[in-house]
């Protein structure tokens, strides 16, 4: 335990890049956690006195066209999108590289079902595909999760087959068969730990696009509804005071939907590091 | 009766540019606690027979003929669950290139533990003390810290350490040494076939030592089975094989090996490859092509095994 501490002490300081973005990361994490408890002001409270706002002393972000906190909304909204993100997220990790491992170890049949069951949901626009999932399953906060998962599920597939496939013939899987392991321990404790530092990107990526699907989909109305605070709802409800001058309601949501993004995309290649014990030394 | 008994065993692979006849009717009969060497050069079939024995193979390959019994369990009927057991805790291999035959990313101690857990239940506690003492065993310095290394951060010859506590864990009666030196350098070479076959004695385990050295086999083994081209040519006890190899391929290989003060100007060589093993035309005598004794005979269509008492046979119409 204390020297797997030590290496992510040793992968953050060698890359700064990477330290920045655990930093904006434990960041994020930690507006989802504590968000309704720091937030400055409630951010279902509307105040027609101080609606439209611009930043202020009082209200850093200024306030939309009920009167609310901006900030505040931000920072509660975190969670929701977080969460969003981190359970489409989970599910397709854990459905697709279960299907890509199975396709890219035993080969034959499983790969060929699998592999067209991939393409096939590839070979929509996936955001319209979403989109679709979201207005046949209905408009809730579940089935958003449910949208972003299948979405994201052929990119989960195809990393995994692609480096289950290659390690399939390794050495150390030849000798875990040899020692008398069964073709499911074989792949399950041999191969699939292997294959996890590159999944990891994978995931990493996936999160930020994820984020930004769901904030997509709430900006054109689907999933979650109006008074909730979310990013996407929020840049959607800026969008239509742009014109008219008031371009902080729009903006700071924006920002940080994309630092979210921004974010995980460098953490990537950080937790690589971490997973995979050859960066050790 | 003996530990291992393949009786004529015949393997192809079925590919796309036709049928490989791998191995064709191969006896070899394998006793307790002793140590036979397989020699023959590359592609000989010698890897495929030890693969053939525990049945990895691929989806490609079939059996056609014989059988393989293992301490009186038919290897080949055998349920794969059965099979399982064996592998690992009965019949134990290791290979060339120990460096990629262990988990790049697990602890060698924890991947002893691992071949513990799939054969013996122990507690948690008591594996961690098998598995240092398996690395003791195969004398690994510093053993305890050893334990926590990864494969990348250990030598060539002590990943091949490794590979054999692995192999020796479960206390196996045979062990496959699939060319275990090669890709080592000759004082850590020396170092494992003394570890190897000083481990086989103390526990009275049967080792099958695969190679293309023949001088390394000529050291460790009592008996030595030469393979060409998928077949048995030869088998014999290691004295009497180089003193009176009764094959002409046997013959060859002993002159081809170098000996120190012998230039290399005149070390002899082996006409020809290995025949193209997709033929259906192949000869019964495999090696016909690149005989230099070959008569008229030779291409006729059974070759029997010719028995020299007391255990000495070879696969030729005209023995030396």
């Known amino acids: 335990m204390n020297a797997t501490l030590k290496h992510v002490k040793y992968v953050a300081t060698e890359n700064p890049v990477t330290l920045g973005a655990f930093i904006l990361f434990s960041g994020f994490a930690l507006l989802a956690l504590i968000g309704p408890w720091i937030a400055p002001y409630d951010p279902l409270a509307s105040d027609t006195l101080v609606a439209l706002k611009p930043p202020t002393v009082a209200h850093w972000f200024g306030t939309d066209s009920l009167g609310r906190d901006i900030l505040s909304r931000i920072i509660v909204a975190a969670r929701l999108d977080f969460g969003i993100a981190v359970s489409a997220v989970a599910a397709s990790f854990a459905v697709g590289s279960a299907l890509g491992s199975l396709a890219g170890f035993f080969g034959g049949w499983a790969d060929r079902i699998i592999g067209r069951v991939a393409d096939t949901i590839m070979a929509f626009p996936l955001f319209v595909l979403a989109m679709g999932i979201v207005a046949a399953l209905g408009n809730t906060v579940s089935n958003i999760v449910i949208a972003t998962a299948i979405i994201n599920l052929p990119f989960y597939i195809r990393v995994a087959r692609a480096e289950v496939n290659v390690r399939r013939g390794a050495g150390y899987v030849e000798a875990a068969r040899l020692a008398g392991n069964s073709d499911l321990r074989v792949l399950a404790l041999h191969v699939f730990p292997n294959v996890l530092p590159p999944m990891m990107v994978q995931i990493s990526l996936n999160m930020g696009w994820a984020i930004l699907n769901a904030a997509g989909l709430s900006f054109i109305g689907l999933g979650v509804r109006a008074p909730q605070a979310e990013w996407g709802i929020m840049v959607a409800e800026g969008a239509t005071y742009i014109i008219s001058g008031e371009w902080w309601v729009a903006l700071f949501p924006g920002a940080v939907l994309m630092l979210a993004v921004f974010t995980f995309n460098l953490l990537g290649d950080g937790l690589r590091d971490i997973m995979d014990p050859r960066m050790r030394t | ?135 003791v065993r195969v004398r690994i310095p510093d053993p305890e810290r050893r334990y926590h290394a990864y494969p990348f951060e250990l030598s060539g010859g002590q990943c091949q350490r490794v590979m054999i506590a692995l192999a020796l864990a479960c206390n196996p009666q045979l062990l496959i040494a699939d060319e275990p030196t090669t890709g080592l350098d000759v004082t850590t070479q020396a170092a494992i076939m003394e570890l190897v076959s000083g481990l086989a004695r103390e526990r009275k385990m049967a080792t099958i030592l695969i190679t293309h050295d023949l001088a390394l086999a000529s050291e460790y083994c009592d008996r030595i089975v030469v393979m060409h081209a998928g077949h048995v040519v030869e088998t014999a006890a290691t004295g009497e094989l180089f003193k009176a190899p009764r094959h002409p391929y046997t013959a060859r290989l002993i002159a081809s090996t170098p000996a120190s003060g012998q230039s290399i100007a005149t070390l002899a060589s082996i006409p020809g490859n290995l025949p193209d093993l997709r033929r259906n035309d192949l000869p019964s005598c495999r090696f016909l092509e690149r005989c230099e004794r070959a008569q008229q005979d030779c291409a006729s269509a059974s070759l029997p095994l010719k028995e020299f008492p007391p255990a000495h046979s070879v696969r030729c119409f005209h023995p030396l």
């Not at chain 2, 019994?69 to 060339?96: H, K, N, P, W």
Request: aromatic fraction near 4%; glycine fraction near 10%; charge should be neutral.
């Open chain 2, 1 to 135: 009766m003996n530990l291992l008994e393949v009786k004529d065993y015949s393997l192809e692979f079925r590919t796309r540019s036709g049928t490989v006849h791998a191995l064709q009717n191969i006896n070899l009969d394998i006793e307790k606690g002793e140590t036979v060497g397989i020699v023959g050069e590359s592609g000989s079939g010698k890897s495929v027979l030890s693969f053939g024995i525990l049945r990895i193979l691929d989806a490609a390959a079939r059996v056609t003929s014989g059988s393989v019994t293992f301490a009186g369990l038919d290897l080949l009927g055998a349920s794969e669950g059965s099979l399982q057991e064996v592998r690992g805790r009965e019949i134990a291999m290791i290979f060339q290139n120990p460096r990629t035959a262990l988990n790049p990313i697990r602890r060698i101690g924890r991947q002893i533990e691992d071949v513990l857990a799939t054969h013996t239940t122990t507690l948690r506690e008591d594996m961690r003390k098998k598995a240092v003492e398996a690395l």
